[in-house]
Nanobody, 114 residues
């Protein structure tokens, strides 16, 4: 059974940092390209960052502020988010890239507000 379990979200002030984690099961993690996605209220879900075995890619809106990484020993993918802005407020999800549409987890809420 494919599962993605996200954690690490919360309320943070503008300029602050958070580190999101996603534990996975049911996939060949080491050979999977993984992605972090987000969905803000009233908007479509968008890809924020992706990581292959060695390469990373970022949306322009987060480039230079977010860092995606992975631990193949623990089947876990991380998203370090620095210099957070109010427009980063969203529910954050992980999934493979391309995403498995039937396997979205519950996500983790990130709220950036003073």
């Amino acid at each position: 059974q494919v599962r993605f379990v996200e954690s690490g979200g919360g309320l943070v002030q503008p300029g602050g940092s958070l580190r999101l984690s996603c534990t996975t099961s049911g996939i060949l993690f080491t050979s999977s390209t993984m992605g972090w996605y987000r969905q803000a209220p009233g908007k479509q879900r968008e890809l924020v960052a992706s990581i292959t075995r060695v390469f990373t890619n970022y949306a322009e809106s987060v480039k230079g502020r977010f860092t995606i990484s992975r631990d193949n020993a623990d089947n876990t993918v991380y998203l370090q988010m620095n210099s957070l802005k109010p427009e980063d407020t969203a529910v954050y999800y992980c999934n493979t890239y391309p995403a498995r549409p039937s396997n979205w987890g519950q996500g983790t809420q990130v709220t950036v507000s003073s």
